[in-house]
């Protein structure tokens, strides 16, 4: 494992040579080179330490010593030099492996600046190996600058990816293992730690290896790569992992035919994506005839697998689902003889380099052609974010998917019966169906809404699954609710309203979330995942049995219920709990939820943008500035006459002005549809303007000037000259920040929710001309429109929850 500090010595010495070696690959080599280097001066000093001799710098040699180099009485073109010399003659040093030999085959330094030179290798220097492991592990980090050769389409796969797919392989010690598009091979070295853990004794990882066990299993790992620079790397990274003889060919795997005949019980691979501009000239024994590097590969690996031989694979989604000829022979080729499970890996695995679509297919020779069915799996959080910088996340499907694959694996070897519905992200599907269209579609997605649309789900009565209790203590008196406080408190009543109280005796608190409350006054519920405090007996928690339910998708579905009206008012416990609610799979339940929370997410967006909009005007110095009662006749209290509402015509207060219109509550007055288009949202024609004083204070709106109507809690605004002001603008000024910084906030002063009309009367306001107020109002109009369309979203997706849910319960909502 890379320690910290290991890992800051890596960046550091990058952080030097960028500056005079830009390109990554350049700079990978460079201290590869100086790290191999020190690490040969370091085993050289251990064996004097133990009484033997240096072997790697000695002779002709010793003058290159590493504590030459560092010594302070060396001049800097001195050790530049020296270093120099070092690394292009030490191809002639016979006291060195081949292998490192090959290591500083045209190795050369590429600046001449000795300051650069000293404070790299000072960097170098503090680097203290004991194994190579260790080296190893560093070598594997200093590797992820190489990012994407993206001209060939290869991307280097994640480290917990590659370990995902080894523990589903689960190679043995006595296993043959090949990559052959091993890149920095670190598929290979996942292969043997994962092996070498697997026999250890005690903690003492391998122990249980004998000698010649340990021979065979590095003797056992080979890889082929057609790039000599990835050859070079990975041989140099397995070497430093403990193989001293490891078996990595420059082979073109797909033109040459020379290891043809090489077969391996596990194959391990990520191959290239893409095929050459010039395409490729595969030779004739594939049994997929095709020019795609990524069909060939795929053929060569299913090929190359001995009788009881088993391959991951990772693919682009072409290979999933395209519906050329040759993807379509390949697919019906692995559903037939060798596929026993597909791995869908979420967009940005790749992150940084590539955001590509990928899968694992899974393969087993001796299983593939008795096995009748697919496992499909689904992941869709691996422990990292899909950002640039995949940083960790807790939600992580690796641990379950490996599970649900190693069991299915296991009931195909056996025989037994295999429980899909114990994994929330898997999918059993029958190989019949997977070709009965002569597709062979790999795509999870188009089985399971096949099996969503043939599936009626059962009733189940929530006593099955959901736990209850009711806080047995609890509060009578009304609690005075105060944003000061910190622990949350939720009272009975249909809205569950949400304050905040001190610590007071009495007060059930909740924990074991999320939960449900469930009112048994209104049947009101609400899903609570923090830290809270219950407030009324007549609340009750619901614990969901999350083995057997998905508590949100329980909670949604209660929301459909239809539930009868009880002359008591009550609806008790003993009742609630015989209720029965459609219950899915768990998989598709967390299906259901995650759909939802995606509409629920755009939900929330569109309501932070609505609730958190005032529009901005610009004020401009030169414009003249008047009180607002010198512009306007500013009134409250009644419109021409109280004799208005008692004769039928409407009465306004400040809960029917919402979102810049007129919403009545009420229908009881004389000719109601000249009345209900009472308010002018977006003519420019002057009218007058009314202002709620109190509650929601604001939502100011145009009304026509015509109409007879009454007043409550609201303030009038009436034109002295409508050359000078117009009402749309004024409507523009109250609703913006200008106004709710100058006049709302000083009015309300803490608890206050009024507004006087001694303070609107006194209220300055901006008065350009009558052309820039129309520019302004056509401006903030635009912007309205955006905001109305925002309100139109949140409408339309909380419509799609519902009738998600009433999907799931089709015609039984009735308790």
């Not at 026993?340 to 679509?357: H, I, R």
């Amino acid at each position: 494992m890379l320690d910290k500090e290991t890992r800051k010595r890596i960046d550091a010495a990058r952080d030097i040579l960028v500056g005079k070696v830009p390109d990554p690959k350049s700079q990978v080599e460079q201290i590869t080179i100086a790290l191999i280097y020190k690490f040969m001066d370091d085993m050289d000093a251990e064996a004097e330490e133990l009484g033997g001799a240096r072997k790697f710098f000695n002779g002709d040699f010793a003058k290159y010593g590493w504590k030459r180099l560092m010594s302070p009485a060396m001049g800097g073109h001195e050790v530049l030099n020296l270093y120099g010399e070092a690394i292009t003659k030490m191809t002639e040093n016979v006291g060195i492996p081949l292998l490192f030999r090959d290591i500083f085959k045209n190795a050369y330094l590429p600046y001449r600046d000795p300051e650069t030179l000293r404070s790299f290798l000072k960097i170098i220097d503090d680097f203290e190996y004991d194994h190579s492991e260790r080296l190893g592990d560093a070598f594997e980090y200093l590797l992820l600058v190489l990012g994407s050769q993206g001209d060939a389409g290869q991307f280097r796969t994640p480290r917990h990816i590659i370990d995902f797919m080894v523990k589903v392989i689960d190679p043995k010690k006595y296993e043959s293992i090949l990559d052959p598009a091993c890149g920095t091979a670190g598929f290979l070295i996942s292969a043997y730690k994962h092996i070498i853990k697997a026999n250890s004794i005690d903690g003492r990882t391998g122990a249980a290896l004998t000698p010649d066990e340990r021979t065979t299993l590095t003797s056992n790992i080979k890889g082929y790569d057609i790039s000599p620079d990835m050859v070079r790397l990975s041989l140099v990274n397995l070497y430093l992992h403990g193989f001293t003889d490891p078996h990595i060919s420059e082979y073109d795997t797909l033109t040459s035919e020379d290891n043809w005949n090489e077969y391996a019980d596990i194959v391990l691979a990520n191959p290239p994506f893409m095929s050459p501009k010039g395409g490729i000239k595969p030779h004739k024994r594939f049994s997929i005839q095709a020019k795609r590097s990524e069909v060939l590969f795929v053929d060569y690996i299913a090929e190359h697998l001995t009788p009881n031989g088993r391959a991951a694979v990772i693919v682009p989604e072409g290979i999933i689902f395209q519906n050329q000829n040759a993807y379509r022979q390949l697919r019906k080729m692995l559903v037939t003889n060798y596929l026993y499970a597909v791995v869908s890996l979420p967009a940005g695995v790749f992150q940084p380099y590539s955001g590509v679509k990928t899968s694992v297919l899974l393969m087993d020779k001796a299983i593939g052609k008795k096995c009748n069915s697919l496992l499909f799996v689904k992941v869709e959080n691996d422990g990292f974010d899909l950002g640039a910088q995949r940083r960790k996340i807790i939600k992580n499907d690796l641990p379950e998917s490996i599970t649900a694959l190693i069991d299915f694996h296991r009931s195909c070897l056996s025989g037994e019966e295999f429980i899909v519905d114990s994994y929330s992200n898997a999918l059993k599907v029958e190989k019949e169906i997977i070709g009965e269209t002569g597709e062979w579609n790999l795509s999870v997605e188009r089985y399971r809404k096949i099996e969503q649309i043939q599936t009626n789900w059962d009733l189940v009565e929530l006593n099955n699954f959901v736990d209850y209790e009711q806080p047995t203590k609890y509060l009578v008196d009304s609690v005075d609710y105060d944003d000061s406080y910190e622990t949350p408190v939720l009272t009975a009543g249909k809205s569950f309203l949400l304050g905040y109280t001190d610590e007071q005796d009495g007060i059930f608190e909740i924990d074991n979330l999320p939960v449900i409350i469930f009112d048994d006054f209104t049947t009101a519920t609400k899903f609570v995942d923090f830290s809270f405090k219950v407030k009324s007996s007549a609340m009750k928690i619901l614990h969901v049995n999350s083995n057997k339910a998905d508590p949100k998708f329980v909670y949604h579905s209660i929301q459909n219920i239809n539930f009868p009206v009880n002359q008591h008012k009550r609806y008790w416990i003993s009742q609630y709990s015989k209720i029965k609610i459609p219950l899915p799979p768990l998989r598709f339940q967390k299906e259901i939820v995650a759909e939802i929370e995606g509409y629920q997410k755009i939900i929330n967006g569109a309501r932070s943008i609505v609730d958190n909009y005032k529009s901005h005007i610009q004020i401009d110095p030169v414009w003249k500035m008047e009180k607002l009662g010198e512009v306007c006749d500013v009134r409250d209290g009644t419109h021409d006459s109280p004799k208005y509402q008692a004769n039928g015509y409407p009465l306004i207060t400040s809960k029917n002005l919402k979102d810049g219109d007129i919403d009545f509550k009420k229908v009881n007055f004389i000719n109601e549809e000249d009345y209900r288009n009472i308010g002018k949202r977006s003519s420019v024609e002057n009218g007058d303007v009314l202002f709620a004083m109190i509650g929601t204070i604001g939502n100011p709106v145009v009304v026509n000037t015509d109409k007879k109507f009454s007043i409550k809690n609201v303030a009038l605004f009436k034109f002295y000259d409508n050359d000078k002001l117009l009402s749309l603008y004024l409507k523009t000024l109250l609703d913006s920040k200008y106004t709710y910084e100058r006049l709302i906030v000083k009015s309300r002063g803490g608890t206050q929710k009024f507004v006087s009309l001694t303070d609107l009367r006194n209220f300055i306001i901006p008065v350009p001309s009558i052309e820039t107020q129309k520019e302004i109002v056509t401006q903030i109009e635009k912007e309205q429109s955006l905001i109305n369309a925002n309100r139109e979203l949140i409408i339309l997706f909380e419509q799609k929850i519902k009738d998600k849910i009433a999907n799931v319960w089709g015609e039984r909502a009735k308790v």
